[in-house]
């Protein structure tokens, strides 16, 4: 709990800073993009082998009463708690699920889904899952659907000066891809992992910038967490317990370095626009070397 309530109150001060401007007015609505770490249920929409909707998932999920929603934990996610934590009165409810539509849709729109990444082909492993290029065009139909709800005018004041957009993907980008073991062979001998990177920045470069174009301003984008002390990974490479995997972790902060400067490049670049960033990296990574002091 302690451990959970560190991370917590770190990125509930990105993005309180992120709204620092018309904070007074309160959030609007909550859109939230990316991977398993934050889907609320859209893979439970489709035919993929990447599912949260069984047992442990959600039992300490009091929502539902205690039941699988298809989030990937056994409670709520960051983006769940980010919410709450600024107001929401309600989650974001998944984009695929049958109740998205109408005034639900006014506190926001979860558009995540497990095994999704920056690049369309990442995930693939998966059959079925989401990309950032997917999710951006769902976002365009949730847009067009609040010019109806409130009139273009006012959606358009609603979205930019009210709503958060976060995002938090591109792990799976090399957990499932890039580092995909057997599958990615291929891809590593004719890729370098700087030429891997620069394909990711560019990528999500032009998702933000489409973003933007739809009305999107107050940014919170995470960086990728230390992928190389996750259990999945310790296997596969078969470490000790106390090992981390170093091209994974060196990988991540590789790309981590990048997104940071992309970010600051977006922030000069794009008038109105507040992009701000989330260090995953260093939250996680402290809290799995002294784990000690923020209980179990």
């Known amino acids: 709990m302690a451990m959970n309530s560190y991370i917590v109150a770190l990125l509930i001060f990105f993005v309180n800073l992120s709204l620092s401007e018309g904070a007074d ?19 439970n929409y489709l035919p993929t082998l990447s599912k949260a909707n069984m047992p442990p998932n959600g039992i300490d999920f009091a929502a539902n009463g205690g039941n699988p929603t298809g989030r990937y934990t056994n ?9 709450e934590e600024m107001g929401v009165p309600n989650y974001a409810v998944p ?4 109740n998205s539509t109408g005034k639900a849709i006014l506190y926001g729109v979860n558009y995540a889904s ?5 690049l369309n082909q990442t995930g693939r492993i ?6 950032m290029d997917i999710q951006i065009d769902y976002y365009n139909i949730t847009r067009k659907q609040f010019d109806k709800l409130l009139g273009p005018s006012k ?12 995002i938090t ?22 890729q370098s992992p700087d030429a891997f990177v620069d394909l990711l920045i560019s990528t999500l470069r032009g998702q933000l910038t489409r973003l933007y174009k739809l009305d999107a301003r107050k940014f919170v984008i995470g960086n990728v967490g230390p992928i190389g002390c996750i259990p999945y990974q310790k296997t596969i490479n078969q470490l000790t317990e106390n090992q981390c995997v170093e091209l994974a972790n060196k990988l991540a902060l590789q790309y981590n370095g990048r997104l940071k400067d992309l970010l600051a490049e977006l922030n000069d670049n794009l008038p109105g626009a507040t992009f701000v960033h989330a260090n995953v990296y260093d939250l ?3 809290v799995i070397t002294n784990y000690a002091k923020y209980g179990e």
């Open 25 to 43: 007015e309160g959030l609007g609505a909550s859109f939230i993009f990316g991977d398993s770490l934050v889907d609320a249920g859209n893979n």
């Open 75 to 83: 409670g709520r996610t960051i983006g769940d708690i980010v919410g």
């Open 95 to 98: 984009f695929l699920a049958p």
């Open 169 to 190: 993907v591109g792990a799976n980008d090399f957990l499932n891809n890039y580092l995909l073991p057997v599958l990615s062979i291929g891809t590593r001998i004719s």
């Open 114 to 118: 497990g095994g999704g990444g920056i």
């Open 284 to 286: 996680v990574l402290e």
């Open 126 to 131: 998966f059959v079925n899952r989401l990309s």
């Open 155 to 166: 959606a358009k004041d609603y979205i930019m000066k009210k709503s958060i957009f976060s």
